[in-house]
Each structure stands twice: as structure tokens, then as C-alpha cells.
């Protein structure tokens, strides 16, 4: 099945050569010059991928981001001109899945949205088993669905690869770096606050989980002792 990627951006040149080099790959493409305009499309059809500019007329990426991420966990991939490291920190704690500074090469582009659409598509994979408890956390891998003490939670996505690695790996102390790497991937650059800020979402979300702080090196979860 085709991918559908919506790309919010108002530069018609910029429009014109990503539309131009998505629909070569095979990608079904909408190109909108406005939030308020994306916004409507999210409405009526929701695309696979947004590629998201962040100064738009109107309601801004940031905004609209924050909008999507409210309701669904679809790919977003920032494109903009803002390139200081506190605006891709934004954008990435905001519910980016990735962030490409302008200007970019649109074979860059390509290749990302690519990465992107895979890693979401088949997250962390390294056992076949379909649901994985790790005491009161009950994990159904194929349907992505989280259960918390017996109740479904709502997760974003990556907030469920967090929790799907850690039950995998009971016990296992992982490093901010290492995750950083497996959750958001090997191109991820920014501050490794993204993967705190992660984990006290899950705390909040999961009260009482085990998912202890290892100081000065990063998380694990926390099993029932042999």
C-alpha cells in the first residue's frame, strides 16, 4: 500500500522539489502551505507521515505538532531554517520524529522519511514472542497495546518502545546514550533530556512502575528477584 505524506510548507519551490522527489519514490504526496490546511486534511484524511515546516503563517509546526501528538502517534518529521540546538530540542520533545535543517538535500529527505516509516512501522524487534509481563506490565507486541495493573494505557509510540525494550532487557541497566540510539534511532542528534523527559511520562502514566534511575548512567526495569 502507497504511504500518504502530507507536507505542510509554505515555499512553493520547497514544495515543488519534495513533492517532485517523493512521488518519484512512489510516495502519494498532499501539500498544504498552512497548518489551519493540514489541519483539515487531518480531518477528513489522515496522512501516513507529516513533513512539517515550523514557520508558517498562522498556527506554527510547533502548535501543530503538539496538536497531532494530542491525538494520534503518525511519523513527523520537522523541516525548517531554524537550526539551534534548543529548536530541535523542541521540536523532538514536541512529538518530532526526526528534524532536518534547511537547506537539505531532497535525496536527505527521502532517506529519512524512508527511516522513519520503518522504525515505526516494525519498532524494536529482537524476540518473536508476541506479549511480554514483566509483573504488573503486560505488553501485546503485534497489537502495540500497553496494559498497566490490569487497565489498557494509552502510549505514544515512543513511549511504548521504551517500555517494550526495557521488558525485554528485565533488570538490564541501559545507558541515556543506548537509548537515545534504539529508541530514536542512530540520526538522532540533541540532548539526551528527550530520554528523561520520556521516562517521567511514564511515570506519570504507570504509577508505581519499577523503571528506576540507575545515577549517573540511565534506566532499567525492575523484576521480580530469582
Known sequence: ????????????????????????????????DSAEKAWELWETRQPDMWLLDIMLPGMDGYEFCK????????????????????????????????????????????ARVKRVLKRTS??????PHDR????????????????????????????????????????????????LIKIWGEDYFGSDRAVDDLVKRLRKKLVDIPLETVWGYGYRLRGEEE
Open 67 to 110: 496538536k497531532i501528538r494530542q491525538e494520534s502517534d503518525v511519523p513527523i518529521i520537522i523541516i525548517s531554517a531554524k537550526d539551534d540546538e534548543i529548536d530541535k530540542i523542541l521540536g523532538l520533545e514536541l512529538g518530532g520524529d526526526d528534524y532536518l535543517t534547511k537547506p537539505f538535500s531532497p535525496r536527505e529527505l527521502v
Open 132 to 179: 511480554i509481563k514483566a509483573g504488573n506490565l503486560l505488553i501485546h507486541e503485534n497489537d502495540r497495546r500497553i496494559f498497566w495493573n490490569g487497565e489498557e494505557q494509552d502510549m505514544t509510540t515512543k513511549e511504548f518502545d521504551m517500555l517494550l525494550l526495557l521488558a525485554r532487557n528485565i533488570n538490564r541497566a541501559f545507558s541515556r546514550e543506548e537509548l
Open 122 to 127: 516494525h519498532s524494536v524487534q529482537d524476540t
Open 1 to 32: 500500500m502507497t504511504n500518504h505524506i502530507g507536507v505542510v510548507e509554505d515555499d512553493a519551490n520547497i514544495q515543488n522539489i519534495v513533492s517532485a522527489y517523493l512521488k518519484k519514490e512512489g510516495f502519494y504526496v498532499t501539500v498544504m
